[in-house]
């Protein structure tokens, strides 16, 4: 099949290893980020981009493209997507391949090692019958989150470019660090970026728009227990991983994402590790209602005191952090961001969807930052899985999808209207 420039782009990109790390404590969190952003930035330069700025001590990457003559009083819209990819499945070494015209059944990834794309499990993926779908091998996640949204931006960008005779305004593009870990407006400079709007391209299958975003914290649970032998242990041992299960619980047993959907919030315990004489649990809580995510944070701190109160104070400590909050209250007053997006894809033919994020987006602390964000969509699907694949007429839509929001906002009675 003959490639387009977004899946071209989108090739090369996942060959990068550019996976974060929560545990370092730097920015960006992992240096092998850097290797895609001296990428962009040599790739901005030779189609003739403007006002690149490579921050290139938290990983950052800026560009313009300039308004096209006679639109320089156009609003600058913005377009802003993520480098890293999730740390929760390896993408060293991806091997995508392109299975064309899918033909709607299971897609056997890796012969070697039995993986298969299932659609039993993955049932949604047979609507894409016909299309083309990009895939692993099974033994890494593919990237689509977020090369795929790189992807289209860059296309996007080199297409805006080279056809002068499509009417825009300066066009303001960001490629960030570290937002799988919710790091990545930690550095992003709101003030240089200069947009008056933007848009993440970070979200799911062709059609999805997004305005709504939990209210998110992370929490810490620290159990401190006591070791004796066990043949002596009765009446002074205290297992501090029997204590951390005692508190999971006393947690509701359906908010729990096993269990939850749409607007319904959840504790997730992501990581948990000890011994007899400490435990430490990694959890996430989430809702989009703001009433009951503070609640959800009282009701994780009340479970901790009740623990003290049997065990002896100091057994428990809770940590809570809040993370972002729901950028639906920072995007009230700019609706025209989510109309022009729907309008513009039932143009395309496509029936625009709008989801609650039940995740983040840059675009979440951005909103919140000075800087009106909403989500679109990119095309990918079964992000941070090895499982993950993208549709190439999806991303390709999502292309002309940019280009198409780029052009109304250059003209103020159509972005207004």
């Known amino acids: 099949m ?84 999730s740390p929760a499945v390896t993408g060293a070494g991806v091997k995508p391949r392109i299975v064309e015209q899918y033909d709607g059944e299971d897609i056997l990834l890796n012969e070697e090692k039995n993986i298969v794309l299932s659609t039993r499990d993955f049932p949604e993926i047979r609507k894409l019958k016909g299309s083309d779908l990009i895939v692993t091998d099974g033994t890494t996640l593919l990237g689509a989150d977020d090369k795929a949204g790189i992807a289209e931006i860059m296309a996007a960008c080199e297409y805006l470019l080279t056809h002068p005779e499509c009417g825009h305004g300066k066009l303001r593009v960001a490629f960030t660090p570290d937002e799988e870990i919710g790091e990545g407006a930690d550095h992003f400079d709101v003030r240089l970026f200069g947009a008056d709007f933007a848009y993440t391209v970070d979200g799911g299958e062709l059609g999805e728009l997004e305005d709504e975003t939990f209210n998110a914290a992370s929490a810490r649970l620290t159990i401190y227990g006591r070791s004796v032998h066990p043949g002596s242990a009765k009446g002074k041992m205290l297992n501090s991983i029997l204590v951390a299960q005692e508190f999971q619980n006393l947690l509701p047993v359906f908010e729990n994402p096993m269990y939850t959907e749409k607007y319904e919030g959840f504790f997730h315990l992501d990581h948990i590790e000890g011994n007899v004489e400490k435990t430490v649990a990694e959890y996430i809580i989430r809702d989009h209602d703001r009433r009951l995510f503070e609640q959800k944070k009282n009701r994780f701190q009340e479970c901790a005191a009740f623990l003290n109160e049997k065990y002896g104070r100091g057994t428990a400590v809770a940590e809570v952090k809040d993370s972002y909050y729901n950028m639906k209250e920072a995007l009230k007053d700019h609706g025209h961001l989510m109309k022009n997006a729907a309008s513009i894809l039932r143009k395309m033919g496509v029936e625009p969807v709008v989801n609650p994020v039940r995740g983040g987006t840059d675009g979440a602390r951005l909103s919140f930052m000075g800087l009106p964000c909403p989500n679109l969509c990119t095309g990918g699907a079964n992000y941070h899985s090895r499982f993950e694949y993208a549709c190439v007429q999806s991303m390709e839509k999502v292309t002309r999808l940019l280009v198409g929001l780029a052009r109304v906002y250059g003209d103020e009675e159509r972005w207004k209207g």
Not at 25 to 34: N, W, Y
Request: contains cysteine.
């Open 2 to 85: 003959n490639k387009s420039k977004t899946i071209e782009y989108f090739l090369q990109y996942v060959s990068i290893d550019t996976q974060s790390d929560e545990t370092t404590g730097e920015t960006p969190s992992t240096a092998k980020q850097h290797t895609l952003a001296e990428l962009l930035e040599r790739q901005l330069k030779e189609m003739g981009a403007e006002e690149i700025v490579y921050d290139k001590e938290h990983c950052y990457l800026y560009a313009s493209v300039p308004a096209s003559p006679g639109f320089d009083q156009a609003p600058v819209l913005g377009f802003i997507a993520h480098m890293d990819t």
